[in-house]
């Protein structure tokens, strides 16, 4: 009865071809069936993804940098306050069986570090930090991909044969 | 769209009784549609609680203490490890619209007093840790319950009238 | 080398007789030579400690709730900014060889319950929160304290003699 | 009164050079009269770097991952477990003045991340993540060096006149 949980990381601000690729994302992510989470912001990549998630019918979780429950996107079926600031982070990665990683800034590069550490599939979608990075942070596999679709493929492909 | 949280807080091992009890709060949670959060382990109060929802059809959330994924109760649907060890038990807390607590130990203890100090409606079920304590931590309104009957009651009261 | 430190918990907002008590227990953790740690903050119980034990040439630690050095009392040594909110009341309990409890309120409660459970020696001074409350916490020691100098006495009996 | 802090950044198995290079940044960060704090671990960067500044007369702070006081160097003055497990980089990266990274994996990128994210200086020793990273993190400034010697000298330079 273990939902699959999909994470979208990502910035409190970024362009519109990356909150375009965030919605899309998200609506992708719930029409498959499978349950976003994310940093619940109401803002940015965090609240784009949740917009797309929920307008496709889909189910949207928020672990939230602060501990207050009225900061949070309007598009969040679970709103989880932490307090924790950045000490949040590696909830959204340990908690997600895929992390897809759109444009950020260290707040989303210390989620991807952390995602390839603890051996999560990692998907960045729409910009490159390079593989002098993502190679180093860890055993965990990594992949670009250009488009929403292209992440989905990535998805599907990862959880119909995970990783051994 | 956020769906009301009610979180069930309680040890790792506990009396027959409060097992007996955590199972039946955790049913009527589910009955009453609402969403039940704990520290997700696959033993005591959180196992009981998650068995009893799960059984109601209801939608369970855990919080883990660890950072692994299988180390987590067979009757959730969010599983979502942290890896923060009792730095977790803030998320409970925060997260959670009611917290009920059931007999527990110095974990249980903490995440009560957390909840009264963050304004969090407090239940005390099947045992007492005293008012010289509870009447201490903070702002929070807090009650005893005897039975999962009268804990139930006192949620709903809480949530038709919330505490301004 | 490893030096031993002793946490003094309690307060934001305390009484002046618990302020004085905590200026106090301050000085004579410094006479003796251990290591003050607090939660860091420049403002009461942890501000009235920290002062104590500066005034009397000892070395301080706090551990701070925010992200901002900036956000502490003047009389600490080592500034540590966590921003993890009351995720960082683990901290320090666990860096704590002996936690003496001033006045306070959740927060405190939280750290003296988890203290207990950690199997950390808890001393609480000029307040008393009940046994119903400290015997259900978990395996370490606790005790009473009226005085800094009858904490100060229970500190040294314990360091002399640590339970097994 | 308030000391200033060196963080030491690195994975807990390291190349003979790069552990080389830690035990020497912890020599010269001591004879400089800086505050060496790193992850505390008996082992990789973090005991080469911890043994080096105690060799050299330093003051150590480690911040443990685990929640065990006897899973640490002995070179460190201060033992500070959290029990946190990767919730605890934050803390490393928010305590350092400056931040200095030698070789390490996932959990040393998500601490230069974080750490540019919240503007602290970054030298990076020894090795190259690329600007593509570093460059995306934040406001942090960062650099590469190539030796000891070299770090020593961006620290000196930065603290003489640190970033408005």
Redesign the interface.
Known sequence: ???T?VGVMGGCTASAEALDGAYHIGRLIAEHGW?LLNGGRPEGIMDASSRGA?EAGGTV?G?LFD?D?DNAS??????????????????NV??SDVVVACEG???T???I??????ERRVIVLG???????LD???RGEWSLAATPDEAISQIKAFLESPKQ
Do not use: H, Q
């Open positions: 009865m273990r939902k949980i349950t929920k979780i672990v501990d429950r309007e598009y969040l079926d679970y709103v989880l306050p932490t307090g924790l600031g950045s000490g949040r982070n590696i909830i340990l908690s800034n260290g707040g590069m210390s989620e570090a952390m995602a390839l550490r603890f910009f490159d930090p390079g593989a002098a990075f180093r942070c860890g």
